[in-house]
């Protein structure tokens, strides 16, 4: 069993920077590919980012590339989204995910979810 807890969403300005992170439960975090989904009011989960277990391969959403980067630590069970030239797009409740079989941009392929921290990017 894997607990997630996501942090550091909130009111950004376009061009502002976050830093999302989220915390797992257990000791098996290291076991478990981590990945960055968002939903927007009316939309799918979308996938943004995953990090495999080793924290070398990793794998963005093609909109994201160059702005966001995920990172992992195993020692601190937390991974975490640093978002920079943030749009209004960008606007969405971000949760993490775990998932104990390699990375994946499918959202039903996780297998534990956190609750979500909302992003919201205005001026």
């Known amino acids: 069993q894997v607990q997630l807890v996501e942090s550091g969403g909130g009111l950004v300005q376009p061009g502002g920077s976050l830093r999302l992170s989220c915390a797992a439960s257990g000791r098996t975090f290291s076991y478990y590919a981590m990945g960055w989904f968002r939903q927007a009011p009316g939309k799918e989960r979308e996938f943004v980012a995953a990090?495999?277990?080793?924290?070398?391969?990793?794998r963005y959403i093609d909109s994201v590339k160059g702005r966001f980067t995920i990172s992992r630590d195993n020692a601190k069970n937390t991974v975490s989204l640093q978002m920079n030239s943030l749009k209004p797009e960008d606007t969405a409740i971000y949760y993490c995910g775990a998932r104990r079989v390699g990375v994946s941009i499918l959202a039903h392929e996780y297998d534990y979810w956190g609750q979500g921290t909302q992003v919201t990017v205005s001026s």
């Open positions: 990090i495999a277990v080793g924290g070398v391969y990793s």
